[in-house]
């Protein structure tokens, strides 16, 4: 259904009339009413003077401790007939070093049913109440209606207090987490979520450390029962119960189910002594598939919630970096175009330091100006005043989100949980909006001058160094060069990515003689005539299959099935292409009926030879390759040493701009004397495949009517 934004989209001019003449008729009734010189007398070069500052009444949660030391606020809410409670356990940080994943897996299992009831049959029941209930290291949540609150405590308990620690459940979520640890090895975005903490902490921090496919392998069952038993403790948390629910009745069911609970405190970990870059540097991660650059830059930050420049810096970040209207996205965005969004943020620390970050996903050709136009608001905000209009724009932004949120009853608690936790004044949420008004351009310049300093931070710059490093190696920052730290997907630093040069002479025919040479040869590949394969990727949904079929001519077919349904389809025949699903059929043209035409050629490296042009050299994994541009819509990379086909990069355009996907081949074996790859990393649904080859005919008849 189309969007209705306007009168004029109606098409209903009575309508519209109407509308406008209530309006006049209202204004008239306005000017009657409070007088002409009443309005005449408003003296609009003077900004009006301020109200009194509003002040928040949030009250005070009823609370109460059990004797194993769990802290327990409620807040009663009739409004509607629903309750929901949220289990803390307030943990202190926990360093796994080489069972990381261990704390991820024991949090997996949990609320999977209990050793009372079977995880089928505890889902039954949650379905049944309508409820939703979650258990995990930390804690726990749990809501459902009003009258269902003694079996949602109950089921709760259960989850929480009797979790099913199983092999066979051990064995599937270690398998979901290594498949998603391995889906993301060449996705930058991935690299960079985990690189980008392990430098600024270290991995020898819990905010630093992550699972690998060794760590997550060393975790046993012993491990995540050990884990369970240290760390899910009560001593040190807190539940919180809102909604429809008397304080008497809070206190008889949480004694009833958490009164048994043994008193004891998680264990504190030894943290590492934490220090900022001894000056401004790139840390670089070459991730040579990545098509844009995960840009972010670090330093640490002492900032605490207790803090007097608490508030000004809230108010600070949101004016460098923290809103649409920033100087950052202004700059980066509506200015240059560099990126869709960047965003800053000011992190406070508890158990440790936070960071000052700001980030944005950026075109790789321009990377290194991105870097100088971030450094320059940030000299902007230490050396020049804000304007009004931003500072007042500002404060408005979050003394709005202050007030609104303040209408959740639920709020009540969390933030008097969040006083507590970080030894706030009581009064400290009744002053946040006098507190934010008094921020002035003067508490901005200083804050801006003592967490955003340009001179010890960590750029983490992840993407493809065969475009953006010469560019990197060549930029200055207040007329000096900035020095560059390369490091892997792993955190640990590298060498210099090497800079393939192309051999004199080595022509795109040169390249593509060599890989029909390393398949088979030109004799053994014009013997095939056409091709059926398929291939399967494993998913906990499901198989998927990938079915395709090609044939000399350029004739082509590729069908995508799971639990034997259907996904999509995609044809090219005689000229032609289709793609269907969902039960629907499209007929192709422009730009998507050439990505399908580039698709269906049959050994477009023989048949196809004079489309082809080079186009450089580069990284693709762990393969130094050649570029073969077939047209603006295809590359082919082929590897500079054994001349196969390592991967393909198709380009095309979607409502959000254009996109690329990269898929990557390996595995090579021999099938009637060529040779063909027999698995595939294919970018899909936000994470990358590995296809399998299950089955491949050569030469196996195929007629029209397959296509």
């Known amino acids: 259904m189309k969007n209705i934004s306007s009168l004029e989209e109606l098409n209903l001019p009575l309508l519209k009339n109407n509308i406008t003449m209530k309006k006049q008729f209202i204004f008239l009734m306005v000017l009657l009413l409070t007088g002409a010189g009443a309005i005449a007398q408003i003296d609009r070069s003077q900004m009006p003077t301020s109200g009194p500052t509003p002040e928040i009444n949030l009250g005070k949660p009823y609370t109460f401790e059990l004797k194993n030391g769990l802290k327990v606020l409620v807040v009663t809410d009739k409004k509607l007939p629903t309750f929901s409670m949220s289990l803390d356990l307030n943990n202190p940080p926990v360093f796994e070093g080489d069972k990381a994943g261990v704390q991820s897996l024991t949090g997996a299992i949990m609320g999977k049913g209990s050793t009372e009831t079977a995880k089928e049959k505890f889902n039954e029941q949650v ?13 726990g949540f749990a809501a459902s209606l009003s009258k269902y609150k003694n079996d949602v405590f109950g089921l709760f308990a259960e989850a929480a207090f009797k979790p099913n620690f199983t092999q066979e459940e051990l064995d599937f979520e270690k398998s979901q987490l290594l498949e998603g640890l391995k889906s993301g090895e060449n996705s930058a975005a991935a690299i960079a979520g985990k690189v980008r903490s392990a430098l600024v902490y270290g991995k020898d921090h819990p905010a630093g450390e992550f699972a690998t496919e060794e760590t997550v392998n060393n975790v046993t069952l012993d491990d995540v029962k050990n884990f369970y038993a240290a760390y899910f403790k009560p001593s040190n948390g807190y539940l919180i119960i809102t909604g429809d629910i008397e304080k008497k009745e809070a206190k008889k069911l949480v004694k009833k189910y958490f009164g048994k609970w043994k008193k004891g405190m998680a264990p ?31 330093s640490l930050s002492d900032l605490k919630m207790s803090d007097p420049d608490y508030y000004a810096a809230l108010v600070t970040n949101y004016v460098f970096g923290g809103s649409f209207g920033s100087y950052l996205n202004m700059n980066l965005r509506e200015k240059n175009g560099y990126t869709y969004g960047a965003r800053s943020n000011i992190g406070t620390g508890r158990n440790y330091k936070g960071t000052f970050t700001a980030s944005a996903k950026i075109r790789n050709e321009v990377t290194d100006s991105a870097i100088v136009e971030t450094f320059k608001e940030l000299n902007r905000i230490r050396t020049e005043f804000v304007e009004d209009e931003m500072l007042a724009t500002a404060k408005a932004k979050f003394l709005g989100n202050f007030i609104m949120s303040s209408e959740d009853k639920s709020v009540v608690a969390d933030r008097s949980i969040r006083i507590q936790k970080n030894e706030l004044d009581n009064d400290f949420y009744k002053n946040f909006i006098a507190n934010i008004n008094k921020v002035t351009k003067e508490d901005i310049k200083r804050v801006a001058n003592r967490f955003l300093s340009p001179d010890n931070i960590r750029i983490v710059v992840v993407g493809k160094a065969g475009d953006i490093l010469e560019p990197l190696e060549k930029m200055t920052l207040n007329g000096q060069p900035v020095p560059i730290k390369f490091y892997d997907k792993n955190a640990n630093e590298t060498e210099r990515p090497s800079t393939i040069e192309i051999p004199a002479g080595l022509t795109a025919q040169t390249v593509l003689d060599n890989y029909i040479k390393a398949i088979g040869g030109k004799d053994a590949v014009m013997k095939i005539n056409d091709i059926s394969q398929f291939s399967a990727f494993t998913s906990p949904m499901g198989e998927v299959i990938m079915d395709t079929k090609s044939q000399k001519g350029d004739n082509w077919v590729m069908v995508m099935k799971m639990g034997g349904r259907e996904l999509n389809k995609q044809v090219y025949k005689d000229g032609k292409g289709t793609i269907s699903g969902m039960g629907q059929t499209q007929e192709l043209s422009g730009d998507m009926l050439e990505v399908v035409k580039t698709e269906a050629m049959f050994f477009p490296e023989l048949y196809h030879a004079d489309m082809a042009t080079l186009d450089g050299a580069e990284r693709l994994g762990d393969h130094n390759v050649f570029v073969i541009k077939w047209n603006d819509l295809k590359k082919s990379f082929y590897d500079t040493e054994t001349g196969l086909l390592v991967g393909t990069e198709t380009t095309s355009m979607t409502p959000q701009g254009e996109a690329k996907v990269v898929t990557q081949f390996s595995d090579f074996k021999e099938y009637a004397g060529v040779k063909f790859p027999t698995s ?23 007629k029209d009517s397959d296509f």
């Open 127 to 139: 379905d049944f109440l309508g409820a939703r209930i979650s258990v995990g290291t930390g804690g």
């Open 680 to 702: 595939m990393v294919i970018p899909m649904m936000g994470r990358e495949l590995t296809f399998e080859l299950k089955d491949l005919k050569v030469n196996p008849g195929l």
């Open 268 to 298: 504190e970990a030894t943290l590492p002594t934490l220090s900022d870059v001894d000056q401004t540097q790139i840390n670089l991660v070459d991730v040579p598939n990545a098509v844009q650059t995960e840009l972010a830059i670090y």
